[in-house]
Structures are given as structure tokens and as C-alpha cells.
């Protein structure tokens, strides 16, 4: 167990629902991220939060919608999915925002339908 | 920005043989590579980094080098194991810019045969 929780681990939507993937980290970091994790394809940086401030990536599609309340948790707000967004989507922290050692999630697993 | 290319997508070696792994970068200026294995099913985990401040760095069966003038460096797994099976990741980034992400490359998938 490496301190970061990932909830749900599966999840299966249709394109017109609305859910949230859940992060919360124990190890005391300050930067949390999101990654998305498709086949055959690099591990992709969605977005960054560090001390609660966020570095965007401004590939990723107005779908989706990063929340960060406080240092320890994160959330990923999803609505009107297109098939292709199905993916592992995959948490992750670190100590500082300096690309430290990274510590993930085990990911949900998400199918939009 | 950075890009970073890895190669092979796939290797198969028999158990006890090296394996190696190849990463080339685009970004002169990125001076940490880390690598991280992701075992079937599980969350990545980092297994070695090194910084551009060397050439070599190694930890019992693995290894990493690094050639900067080239822009690429490898992962080198001796003595493999089944155990070693698993989709490796190289990544690059400017450790000291805090604002420079890492950048991955594309994954290995070790196949290590009995």
C-alpha cells in the first residue's frame, strides 16, 4: 500500500451521466496529479495541483473537471464522456511539484458507454 | 515540449538473460529520467532514477545509463526474473523548473519465460 486511494476502482457510465473520481493521499504531500492511462499509449498528465494551486494541461477537454479542497484530496468531475475518454485513470502524489518519485494510485477503470 | 520515445513495445527474453530498454528524449535542457514498472493489474511504482550529473547508477540487478550528448539512456536488467515481467515506463523532466512535468514514453511489456 503506498498511501494513495483511488476510489472507484471500477466505474461504467453512459455519455450523458455525470460522476467524480475520487484521490486521497496519506503520505503528507503537497502536489497531486491526474493521469490518464490508455491503451498502447504514454501515461498522459491531465493535471497537477501543488499546495492547492493547479498546472493545466491544455489538451484535456472541458469533460473534465479537477477539484482540489485541500492538499490531501483530489477529485476528477466527469460529464458528458465520449467513448474514447474510457481509460485507467490514475492518481498520483508527490512530496513537491519538483518531479520527485511519484506515489499512485491503483486507478479506476473507467468504460463510457 | 519534451518527447520521449521508447523502444522495444515489447520484449521477450528467457529467464536469466539481460534485458535492455532504450529511451531517447528531445529536450536538452530535462536532466532526471526516472523509470517506473507497472506488474499486470497494479499502480506503477519508481524502481531507479538518475539525474544528468551521471552517467551510471545501479541497484542490485538493474541499472541505468545515460548518454547526454546523445539525448538517451537505458534500462539494463540482468539476471532476469519471472518476477521482472511487467510494462516499463521512462520518463524525462527538468528537475529544477517547477513548472516542467515529466514526460513519458510509450512502455515496454518485459515478458521474462521460465
Known amino acids: 500500500e503506498t498511501g494513495v486511494t483511488q476510489t472507484p476502482r471500477h466505474l461504467v457510465m453512459g455519455m450523458t451521466n455525470k460522476k467524480s473520481l475520487k484521490c486521497e493521499q496519506h503520505?503528507?504531500?503537497?502536489?497531486m496529479y491526474w493521469y490518464k492511462q490508455s491503451a498502447k499509449k504514454p501515461l498522459e498528465l491531465m493535471f497537477v495541483y501543488s499546495l492547492e494551486e493547479r498546472v493545466e494541461n491544455n489538451s484535456v477537454p472541458s469533460r473534465f473537471s479537477p477539484e482540489c479542497p485541500n492538499s490531501s484530496h483530489l477529485f476528477l468531475h466527469l460529464h458528458t464522456l465520449q467513448p474514447e475518454d474510457s481509460a485507467l485513470y490514475l492518481c498520483?502524489?508527490?512530496?513537491?511539484?519538483?518531479?520527485?518519485?511519484?506515489?499512485f494510485g491503483s486507478g479506476t477503470q473507467l468504460s463510457v458507454l | 515540449g519534451e518527447n520521449v520515445e521508447q523502444h522495444p513495445s515489447t520484449l521477450s527474453v528467457q529467464e536469466g538473460d539481460s534485458a535492455v530498454i532504450k529511451c531517447t528524449y528531445s529536450d536538452s535542457a530535462s536532466n532526471y529520467f526516472p523509470w517506473y514498472k507497472q506488474e499486470l493489474g497494479k499502480r506503477p511504482q519508481l524502481i531507479i532514477d538518475?539525474?544528468?550529473?551521471?552517467g551510471e547508477k545501479k541497484d542490485q540487478r538493474i541499472a541505468v545509463t545515460l548518454n547526454k550528448t546523445a539525448k538517451h539512456f537505458s534500462l539494463h536488467i540482468t539476471e532476469t526474473q519471472p518476477e521482472d515481467s511487467a510494462v516499463y515506463f521512462c520518463?524525462?523532466?527538468?528537475?529544477?523548473?517547477?513548472?516542467?512535468?515529466?514526460?513519458f514514453g510509450g512502455g515496454t511489456r518485459l515478458m521474462v519465460k521460465p
Open positions: 520518463a524525462a523532466s527538468n528537475f529544477y523548473n517547477a513548472g516542467n512535468m515529466l514526460t
Open positions: 498520483a502524489s508527490s512530496l513537491g511539484q519538483r518531479n520527485e518519485k511519484l506515489f
Open positions: 503520505l503528507g504531500h503537497n502536489a
Open positions: 538518475i539525474r544528468s550529473n551521471v
